[in-house]
């Protein structure tokens, strides 16, 4: 069959007038996670059908393997149990990341999940152990737990209780988590296209139609690129990519390997670093090295289940015409944090709230566009924070980024010179990582400001060291009693099992 002879085809639907049709492309963790999001929250509402290639795109190891406390709202609004992700993947907890001898300082820290500090005094927590020259890691239950490699479930409304401030992602491997959300995806029985793609035949700046590799064709109102890096549907649309950088990364399991550290370790620094991850039955190292680094290269590249090189950067837009863009085909951030799946959540979102209702998507694409940009830009700022090692406001030695724009740069000047000279944390609107997250941060890179805020001179000193040394002590007294994570997983597993 000819081009001019192939079978032209639109999603099945008895409703075709009045849905929209919505196609997404990718064997990719993104592309299972929108269409199990967008079929759970708009079923009956739009027509939606995944193209799958054969072969799942290896970037997804740019997730690094780590996922946030959010993940268990995503799961659940992809109709996903925390019981069925523990039990059909060798997924496991996490209370965050480990940084061990990071960058040439040599920094040592965990950067917990923690909710938002409180504090009676009416100034900000890290104010008083600033104060009171206290590190913050003593304070952080998440923290003093995984440092011995235990877990528990932080109760819930049970405030007095010192677990209750942590909180937990999940660490997973990203062939046997992209296994498990196909799995899912063929239950809910979503018109699933087993082809890889030929071409993107384009008019008028929008996605006409994809042929595929049977010389068939379907077309669409929306097409959703999920197909990594390559951005595969967007990058025939002409759009420009910020970012020079490139790095080589590589991945290497350790079969039963079930140590079960409840948060993965990274260290090195900005140019080379490693990752390791330990899931249910196995553990996982992840390297990377930047290109100019190329004699660096990674040691396990010969033993490696992947090793790929990326671009680290991001489109310009992530919406056009009809065609937007997710996740990894829209911005690559490295994974030395866990920003890459803040993204993917913060995509997944801000596309169900503009879903078009009709054709003219300009309204829609605008919005989305300018929520996206500042996304990434806030993201890449805690990326650059991690790597960024100033501890004085006016460093003659400081070595700035000469990849990130001016704009960037000027935005984590403000928040370092401001936290440096007094304390403050800056806030921009609605970032990805939260005001404790930067806390955590700046405690971890050993940045301490000149002065702090007033209102410290005005406290009970007496109370307040009373008051640390409880917090502290009722923490490590908890962490004694908790059960290692891997005995802790076993019998939550256990216990799933006799409920089913």
């Known amino acids: 069959m000819n081009k001019n002879q192939a079978q032209t085809r639109k999603p099945a639907s008895t409703t075709a007038s009045q849905n929209l049709d919505i196609v997404i492309y990718g064997h990719s963790i993104a592309a299972f996670v929108s269409a199990l999001t967008i079929h759970n929250a708009l079923a009956g509402?739009?027509?939606?059908?995944?193209?799958?290639?054969?072969?799942?795109?290896?970037?997804?190891?740019?997730?690094?393997?780590?996922?946030t406390p959010d993940a268990y709202n995503l799961h659940l609004a992809m109709g996903i149990t925390e019981a069925q992700l523990l039990q059909h993947t060798n997924s496991s907890f996490s209370f965050?990341?480990?940084?061990?001898?990071?960058?040439?300082?040599?920094?040592?820290?965990?950067?917990?999940?923690?909710?938002?500090?409180?504090?009676?005094?009416?100034?900000?927590?890290?104010?008083?152990?600033?104060k009171h020259n206290q590190d913050i890691q003593p304070y952080l239950a998440g923290a003093q737990s995984a440092l011995q490699h235990k877990f528990a479930h932080p109760p819930q409304n049970q405030p007095a209780l010192?677990?209750?401030?942590?909180?937990?992602?999940?660490?997973?491997?990203?062939?046997?988590?992209?296994?498990?959300?196909?799995?899912e995806i063929i239950q809910r029985k979503i018109n699933l296209i087993q082809s890889d793609l030929l071409e993107v035949e384009v008019e008028d700046e929008h996605i006409a139609r994809l042929r595929l590799n049977d010389d068939s064709s379907i077309e669409a109102d929306l097409f959703i690129d999920c197909s990594g890096p390559d951005a595969k549907l967007i990058s025939a649309l002409d759009v420009k990519k910020q970012g020079d950088s490139r790095i080589n990364v590589s991945l290497l399991t350790h079969e039963n390997d079930r140590k079960m550290k409840p948060c993965n370790q990274i260290?090195?620094?900005?140019?080379?670093?490693?990752?390791?991850?330990?899931?249910?039955?196995?553990?996982q190292v992840l390297q990377a090295v930047s290109d100019k680094d190329a004699s660096e290269k990674v040691e396990h590249s010969v033993n490696s289940v992947?090793?790929?090189?990326?671009?680290?950067g991001y489109q310009e837009q992530a919406w056009v015409g009809n065609c937007v863009a997710m996740s990894l085909s829209a911005a690559v951030l490295e994974p030395f944090s866990n920003a890459?799946?803040?993204?993917?959540?913060?995509?997944?979102?801000r596309l169900l709230e503009l879903i078009p209702i009709s054709n003219n998507m300009q309204l829609e694409q605008k919005e989305y566009n300018r929520r996206y940009k500042l996304d990434v830009q806030h993201a890449a700022l805690f990326n650059l924070a991690l790597t960024d090692t100033r501890h004085v406001l006016q460093d003659s030695h400081a070595k700035k980024n000469q990849l990130i724009d001016s704009e960037t740069q000027a935005l984590l000047d403000r928040k370092l010179v401001q936290y440096l000279h007094r304390g403050l944390i800056v806030s921009y609107d609605l970032e990805p990582f939260y005001a404790e997250d930067w806390v955590i941060l700046h405690f971890g890179m050993q940045r301490f400001p000149r002065r702090l805020n007033s209102l410290c001179d005005n406290i009970d000193n007496t109370?307040?060291?009373?008051?640390?040394?409880?917090?502290?002590?009722?923490?490590?007294?908890?962490?004694a009693k908790m059960p290692p994570c891997s005995l802790y997983t076993e019998k939550f597993l256990n216990y799933l099992k006799r409920q089913a």
């Open 45 to 67: 509402r739009v027509t939606l059908s995944l193209i799958l290639p054969a072969d799942q795109t290896h970037s997804d190891i740019l997730y690094g393997g780590t996922a």
């Open 162 to 183: 010192p677990l209750s401030r942590a909180e937990y992602g999940y660490n997973f491997d990203y062939q046997n988590y992209a296994l498990f959300l196909l799995n």
């Open 306 to 312: 992947t090793s790929i090189s990326v671009n680290i």
């Open 340 to 349: 890459p799946f803040r993204l993917l959540k913060l995509d997944i979102e």
């Open 96 to 130: 965050g990341t480990h940084y061990q001898n990071w960058t040439d300082k040599k920094f040592d820290w965990i950067q917990a999940f923690n909710l938002p500090f409180t504090s009676k005094l009416g100034i900000d927590f890290h104010q008083v152990l600033l």
């Open 463 to 479: 109370g307040v060291k009373q008051h640390l040394l409880q917090t502290q002590n009722a923490i490590a007294a908890m962490v």
């Open 267 to 283: 260290s090195g620094h900005g140019d080379s670093w490693q990752s390791t991850l330990y899931l249910q039955d196995s553990s």
